[in-house]
């Protein structure tokens, strides 16, 4: 069964920095791209970042350009997100997904919340 696990969110002063992960199961992260989104209340759920399955290349949105990493380790199956220089505006519930196999999978969550 295809299952994320995300953690790593929490409350943070703007300028702060926190690490999310996204721990799968059912498939391997290196074998498929994989997404970070956020979702604001009241605003649609937009990409922020995703690597790509076959040399790692990375994709980053606009706003978190130079701010965002996102990088995998494949030995723990996992996707991170290394958010620094945090903006009261990142707060947002973060998801990872994938597409595996004509579906989209989603994790749970983890909520960020910057504050100025």
């Known amino acids: 069964e295809v299952q994320f696990v995300e953690s790593g969110g929490g409350l943070v002063q703007a300028g702060g920095s926190l690490r999310l992960s996204c721990e799968a199961s059912g498939f391997t992260v290196d074998r498929y791209q994989i997404g970070w989104f956020r979702q604001a209340p009241g605003k649609l759920r937009e990409g922020v970042s995703c690597i790509s399955s076959n040399d790692g290349s990375t994709y980053y949105a606009d706003s978190v350009k130079g701010r965002f990493t996102i990088y995998r380790d494949n030995a723990k199956n996992t996707v991170y997100l290394q958010m620094n220089s945090l903006k009261p505006e990142d707060t947002a519930v973060y998801y990872c997904?994938?597409?595996?196999?004509?579906?989209?999978?989603w994790g749970q969550g983890t909520q960020v919340t910057v504050y100025s």
């Open positions: 997904k994938v597409p595996f196999r004509g579906r989209d999978y």
